[in-house]
């Protein structure tokens, strides 16, 4: 009997490109191949914001993006110093 293999990565709502992609190499194996692409779009991103990749946040909404802005500066010890 073959080896199952519980895939969480398939387990969530997608887009018909991205539900493709894991249904025919698995979601894990998706992510490591797009790995380099994603990277680029941060260090893309930062080019134009003038921010280094690390200090890019890539958030599903601008609802989403203002909360960990506000709560990155509430908790930073450098804030009221």
């Known amino acids: 009997m073959p080896a199952l293999r519980f895939n ?3 387990c ?4 018909m490109g991205t539900f ?6 698995g ?10 692409a994603i990277q680029q779009c941060y260090v893309d991103l930062g080019r134009v914001i003038g ?11 601008a609802t989403v993006a203002v909360a960990q ?6 908790s930073s010890p450098a804030i009221g110093s």
């Open 27 to 36: 979601g894990y194996e998706a992510a490591e191949e797009a790995a380099d």
């Open 69 to 74: 802005a506000l709560s990155a500066s509430i």
């Open 8 to 10: 969480p990565a398939l």
């Open 20 to 25: 493709d992609a894991r249904r025919k190499i």
């Open 12 to 15: 969530s709502t997608l887009c």
């Open 51 to 61: 921010a280094a990749p690390r200090n890019v946040a890539v958030v599903e909404n």
